[in-house]
């Protein structure tokens, strides 16, 4: 017998519980399910649109949705058109990988005015993410202020500050690329509440800001220390040491050198929100970093702005019937075990960190608990999944139809962007007929 087990989500955590199923040669069939029509999560949607070499590892993702055991079903969500309780009737196992891909705001006063736009729904609308596509934000300020210093504030802040030219062999969807040309953003501020060591940057992506054509990174000497100091971690130590490298060069940028700036700020946290309806400034209270943590001092400072991109980590929702941590934002589960033949990988499991890689041993986890808990299987999995959508009128895509979309996108690319994403579910279901 066969054990059936159904994917709910094909992030690079999903495929990589797959790819652990069929390395260690679990008899399986995989079932891989996603409510968008188009596979890899957050390797389409959340990798900056200029970071094209990252978003490659999805060709390797690409051999396991065509191996034998593997079938994608995307535009099917779990919740909509077919229920957590339904799939774990129909599944010897079931895997949620449905990633964090929600909005956290930094839960100061103001955040509900027009202008502050958490990360997610910012980084989705320019990586043309169905849900996001309509956000039209307001780009006509001079200034933004970025909330938090890791990667995804400065891939927001990049975004934000590059020149069509620097952005041609992305894929940003024309709609963004026209909106930040037009803006006449000039300012990006980008605020972290601990210091330059504490900022969690990787360095590739911190020293590209010096790289860049129309814009120079801005850092006071003051914020920067001597060293870095003695930490427990040798490759903490190696990477921090090489940010402040970075932001030290970055000392020699002056204002005058391009005409949009991004500023690196530490050592403030963010406290209101300034503004009427619009968000119009941030006031923050200046902060010291003691045994790690930030504290307020007690001084304040404002920064006017008119949008407010909070950048503090991602949300995951809770999954019905599916107890959930409110606080940590993850399934409740024993090392990737949630219930009898339920587990959870990735974003949804450990919460919002770490690269792609990152989630390869939650994959290789839940492959061992799935062989060790579900004997030889029994259960129907994907003719019963079939049969369920065909009755609810789901147009299930397949992979097939996935590469038609994306010789689609390919072949709509101009000059050397490598794709035209679609935008909307209408455009994608055209193109397979629908
Ligand atoms: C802005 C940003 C930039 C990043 N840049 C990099 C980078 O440059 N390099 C790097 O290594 N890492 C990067 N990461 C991290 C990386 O993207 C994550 O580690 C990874 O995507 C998490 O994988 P996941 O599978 O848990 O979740 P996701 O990738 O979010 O996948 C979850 C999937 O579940 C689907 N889903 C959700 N709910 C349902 C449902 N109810 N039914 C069916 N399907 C559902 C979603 O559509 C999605 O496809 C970045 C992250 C962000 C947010």
Redo the contacts with the bound molecule.
């Keep these: 017998m066969t054990v059936s087990v159904a994917i709910?989500?094909?992030?690079?955590?999903?495929?990589y519980t797959a790819d652990a199923l069929i390395k260690k040669g679990v008899d399986c069939t995989i079932d891989l399910?996603?409510?968008?029509p188009t596979?890899?999560?957050?390797?389409r949607?959340?990798?900056?649109p200029d970071?094209q070499t990252?978003k490659k590892?999805s060709r390797a993702f690409e051999k396991t949705a065509l191996s034998d055991a593997c079938r994608f079903f995307g535009n099917?969500?779990?919740?909509?058109d077919v229920t957590l309780a339904e799939l774990r009737e129909m599944y010897d196992a079931v895997v949620l990988?449905?990633?964090?891909?929600h909005d956290r705001l930094a839960g100061i006063p103001g955040e509900d005015k027009k202008g502050v736009i958490g990360?997610?729904t910012f980084?989705g609308w320019y990586n043309a993410h169905p849900d996001m596509r309509d956000l039209d934000p307001d780009l006509d300020t001079p200034s933004v202020v970025v909330i938090g210093n890791g990667?995804?504030a400065i891939?927001?802040a990049r975004v934000l500050v590059k020149t069509r030219e620097e952005m041609a062999d992305s894929d940003l969807p024309e709609y963004a690329t026209a909106a930040i040309e037009a803006s006449p953003i000039k300012d990006v501020y980008m605020m972290g509440r601990r210091g330059p060591i504490e900022a969690k940057f990787t360095n590739v992506?911190l020293r590209e800001m010096g790289e860049l054509k129309n814009a120079v990174p801005l850092v006071d000497p003051a914020q920067l220390p001597a060293d870095v100091g003695d930490l427990d971690n040798l490759r903490d130590q190696r990477l921090k040491e090489k940010n402040l490298a970075t932001l030290k060069e970055f000392t020699k940028f002056k204002p005058a050198d391009a005409a949009k700036h991004v500023h690196f700020g530490f050592y403030a946290q963010p406290v209101e929100i300034l503004g009427g309806d619009h968000v119009e400034g941030l006031r923050l209270e200046k902060t010291k970093v003691e045994n790690g943590r930030a504290m307020g001092t007690g001084e304040f400072f404002e920064i006017e702005c008119g949008l407010v991109i909070p950048a503090v980590g991602?949300r995951s929702l809770p999954?019905a019937d599916v107890p959930f941590d409110e606080e940590k934002s993850v399934v409740v589960h024993d090392d990737g075990r949630v219930a009898p033949g339920l587990y959870a990988?990735?974003?949804?499991?450990r919460g919002?960190?770490?690269?792609?890689?990152?989630?390869r041993p939650d994959g290789a986890k839940a492959a061992e608990h799935i062989a060790e808990d579900c004997g030889a299987g029994g259960k129907p999995g994907r003719t019963a999944l079939s049969a369920h959508l065909e009755g609810r009128g789901v147009r299930i895509v397949t992979f097939e139809d996935w590469k038609k979309i994306e010789s689609a996108e390919i072949a709509a690319a101009e000059g050397p962007a490598p794709r035209r994403k679609f935008e909307t579910l209408t455009e994608i279901l055209n193109v397979l007929g629908h």
């Design positions: 709910i989500g094909t992030g690079p955590a999903g495929f399910i996603d409510r968008l596979p890899y999560g957050l390797i949607f959340g990798v900056a970071h990252t590892v099917v969500e779990v919740g909509r990988a449905v990633g964090a891909g990360s997610a980084v990667n995804v891939d927001i992506e991602y999954v990988v990735g974003w949804v499991k919002p960190s770490g690269v792609i890689s990152t989630n």
